[in-house]
């Protein structure tokens, strides 16, 4: 069966230090990988996307990478705040396929 | 980007009713999907809104049931029908301009049925 695969127990850092969150993926072949962050009581909200021929993305203090042969995404957070605090979800689409499956959720959070 | 507004914001119904949300976007987008979020999980897709013709639904998910109108590009409805306590959750409406692009989220909708 398919499965998305996010940690399921919270990741909790100290501020400062990099957070690094995975996606393991099975039974599918992702043309496109994204990442949300998603605070209680709203919508997710789009961070990331990385397409299956790229290895890693980075925005600012985010950094995505993909490795279609583990199967496995993984989302680095440096210098992490209390701010980055949150529920980060991944979700992926195959080709021809105009949308978007989505993990469980990793929640995230950051000491001071 | 989108911006998108659902109502209501959220309900609390009786069994056995049905409740309609409603979901609009500022601009015309390509493709509109609903999810519902049940407390503590992640995202489900119920069906994909397609403009002028049938919704497109998941497997576990049926017309009868979540009947969907799609009348143009900026506007979608979803309706839970014959609501139970299991249909409690959030439904969140998301757009985007095609697969590889970005999915912007509306706030949902936090239904609750007793």
């Known amino acids: 069966s398919q499965k998305i695969e996010q940690n399921s127990e919270a990741l909790n850092i100290q501020e400062g230090k990099t957070a690094t969150l995975t996606c393991n993926y099975t039974n599918y072949s992702p043309a496109y990988l994204q990442w949300y962050r998603q605070d209680p009581g709203r919508g997710p909200v789009f961070l990331l996307l990385i397409r299956e021929n790229e290895k890693e993305k980075r925005k600012e203090r985010l950094k995505v990478t993909f490795d279609t042969t583990l199967k496995q995404s993984l989302f680095h957070i440096t210098a992490s705040q209390p701010a980055d605090s949150a529920t980060y979800l991944c979700?992926?689409?195959?080709?021809?396929?105009?949308?978007?499956?989505f993990g469980s959720g990793t929640k995230l959070n950051v000491k001071p | 980007s989108a911006v998108i507004s659902q109502k209501p914001s959220r309900d609390i119904c009786q069994r056995g009713t049905s409740l309609t949300i409603q979901c609009q976007v500022d601009s015309q987008v390509t493709m509109m999907f609903w999810y519902r979020q049940q407390p503590g999980q992640s995202l489900t897709l119920i069906a994909t809104?397609?403009?002028?013709?049938?919704?497109?639904?998941e497997s576990g998910f049926v017309i009868d049931k979540f009947p969907i109108s799609r009348p143009n590009l900026t506007f979608s409805t979803l309706t839970v029908s014959n609501m139970s306590p299991e249909d409690s959750s959030i439904y969140l409406c998301s757009v985007s301009q095609g697969a590889g692009d970005t999915q912007y989220f509306g706030p949902g909708t936090r239904l609750t049925v007793l």
């Open positions: 809104a397609n403009q002028g013709s049938e919704a497109t639904y």
């Open positions: 979700a992926l689409a195959e080709y021809n396929f105009n949308k978007f499956y």
